[in-house]
T-cell receptor, first 118, second 111 residues
Framework: GAVVSQHPSRVICKSGTSVKIECRSL??????MFWYRQFPKKSLMLMAT?????????EQGVEKDKFLINHASLTLSTLTVTSAHPEDSSFYIC??????????????FGPGTRLLVL | GNSVTQMEGPVTLSEEAFLTINCTYT??????LFWYVQYPGEGLQLLLK?????DKGSNKGFEATYRKETTSFHLEKGSVQVSDSAVYFC??????????FGKGTRLSVIA
């Protein structure tokens, strides 16, 4: 149980285009999803927290107009990198929290999406 | 503020050696503690967790005990294998806050 999928796993795009990454919780409902960015050989940087049906909360320094997050259902959140530039190239990882138990705090992670902007 | 400090790597061990990766945390309240593992090119997988003091999390031969008095959650394994080579992240969560991660420790196990 507690499987999180991401699609696509890898994407290459031209500078100036937009890229959408999907994150799905496959066997549980996730009221809250998180989006992280990971630079090579570095830890994960939290970009934003997404709650189903409401606006995402972005961390300081993350441009909300650049990284659009939508959490339209309890099993799906999307991250759209708008007008991508080479410096947006990174490994993006989503995470979902199983809210079925009030005491459950575990976050489950997707396999990540590697974005390369040319 | 909230933070996690874990030993810096890389850690290189021979197969069947004993592994310890230290982790201490600074948090308010009573956080839940986690170890995640990231294999090359993949996302994070939950390795083990502990939700209250003195709990021991264990999985795949790895263990960690929630030590409230020392605010620690050190990861141990008695005999590592080449397949354990990965990056290990210590993390905690308090209430409904997102996970706070350590910087990760890269482990390389050589045959």
């Amino acid at each position: 149980g507690a499987v999180v999928s991401q699609h696509p796993s890898r994407v290459i795009c031209k500078s100036g285009t937009s890229v959408k990454i999907e994150c799905r919780s496959l066997d549980f409902q996730a009221t809250t999803m998180f989006w992280y960015r990971q630079f090579p050989k570095k830890s994960l940087m939290l970009m934003a927290t997404s709650n189903e049906g409401s606006k995402a909360t972005y961390e300081q320094g993350v441009e909300k107009d650049k990284f659009l997050i939508n959490h339209a259902s309890l099993t799906l959140s999307t991250l759209t990198v708008t007008s991508a530039h080479p410096e947006d190239s990174s490994f993006y990882i989503c995470s979902a929290r199983d809210q079925s138990t009030s005491s459950e705090k575990t976050q489950y992670f997707g396999p990540g999406t590697r974005l390369l902007v040319l | 503020g909230n933070s996690v400090t874990q030993m810096e790597g890389p850690v290189t061990l021979s197969e069947e050696a004993f592994l310890t990766i230290n982790c201490t945390y600074t948090a308010t309240g009573y956080p839940s503690l986690f170890w995640y593992v990231q294999y090359p090119g993949e996302g994070l997988q939950l390795l083990l967790k502990a939700t209250k003091a003195d709990d021991k999390g264990s999985n795949k031969g790895f263990e960690a005990t929630y030590r409230k008095e020392t605010t620690s959650f050190h990861l141990e394994k008695g005999s590592v294998q080449v397949s354990d080579s990965a990056v290990y992240f210590c993390a905690f969560s308090s209430g409904n806050t997102p996970l706070v991660f350590g910087k990760g420790t890269r482990l390389s196990v050589i045959a």
